[in-house]
């Protein structure tokens, strides 16, 4: 299954309420799907191996979503079996106060990750033009007049413009910004929240203004339809997955970066001919070394031996 069909990249706008939230539309197998996303794992591992080595690139994974979606456990399971040195995941929660003394982009430039490397962001600075925007937390911002008494379509629209120039801006620094929206639809929502209650060993993930910002589901979903389509571009596109079904949505991100990671063509870095000839001399030292170490075990064993030999005489 390519994932090519859930790519927006600015190209043509969408409407997210008419895309799908499970796998019913691609006619999957679950059980084919299962293998195949174990398969890919392993293909990630080895690529990523490749890709951290070669280090001339640097791939950033965005995952929004509404509450309950489930990005915790995709980002749990998808990123198991990769090098966690290669790998780290930042979970971007309301931003503290020194945070909201400085700009919106400076805590995630902090975390933009060195090449060779892939960071995680679970949440980012889509916050800042979704949640904002919604929860109107605009006119709570201490800033000066100029900016606060803009009309909320001139404000959110120059950011949505500042945050594809900060995009493409990594992109020509030998960055990828892959963006994945998590897709749901409102029943399961309800149901992912209702397990949140339900199951004890899931209590501590429910707030009751979960159940608040449930109410304002369509909201939501309006101003991510919107966002998405203003920041959609060829090289930082924005994926929109069914979510409802989470094994079909693992199988589904690991496939985008298994594209990703293909794109970037990493190779292992080749050493200088200068470094190359060193190899053979380095390595007939080391052979001696093993050689002087193994002696003594030789003498052990046959000392051992001798010692057999006469008990049976």
Request: aromatic share 10%; with cysteine.
């Amino acid at each position: 299954m390519k994932v090519s069909k859930y790519v927006v990249n600015g190209s043509k706008k969408v409407d997210i309420t008419k895309l799908p939230t499970n796998s019913k539309e691609d006619k999957v197998n679950k059980e084919k799907i299962l293998e195949k996303y174990e398969a890919n794992k392993l293909e990630l591992a080895a690529l990523q191996d490749k890709f951290y080595a070669d280090g001339r690139e640097g791939i950033i994974v965005v995952i929004q979503a509404l509450d309950a979606s489930g990005k915790d456990s995709a980002i749990k399971n998808v990123f198991s079996g990769i090098n966690p040195q290669g790998v780290k995941v930042h979970s971007f929660k309301a931003p503290t106060s020194e945070e909201l003394a400085h700009d919106y982009l400076w805590r995630i430039h902090q975390n933009v990750p060195r090449r060779g490397e892939i960071a995680v962001f679970n949440r980012s600075h889509y916050e800042d033009l979704i949640t904002v925007q919604v929860e109107n937390i605009k006119p709570h911002y201490h800033m000066a007049d100029r900016i606060i008494s803009k009309d909320d379509d001139s404000f959110f629209g120059e950011r949505c413009q500042q945050v594809k120039n900060f995009e493409q801006y990594l992109y020509e620094n030998s960055y990828r910004v892959v963006k994945i929206f998590l897709h749901i639809s409102p029943e399961e929502q309800t149901q992912q929240l209702l397990e949140r209650i339900e199951i004890p060993e899931k209590n501590w993930k429910f707030r009751a203004d979960d159940l608040s910002v449930r109410d304002k589901f369509n909201a939501y979903i309006d101003c991510f339809n919107d966002v998405i389509n203003k920041t959609s571009t060829k090289n930082s596109p924005w994926y929109i997955l069914p979510g409802d079904q989470r094994w079909y949505t693992r199988y589904l991100i690991t496939e985008i970066l298994l594209d990703v990671l293909k794109s970037c063509q990493p190779e292992y870095p080749e050493l200088p001919e200068s470094e190359k000839a060193q190899l053979s001399k380095c390595a007939e030292v080391l052979r001696d070394a093993l050689g002087q170490s193994a002696e003594p075990e030789k003498k052990k064993s046959s000392k051992k031996s001798d010692k057999k030999s006469t008990k049976k005489k």
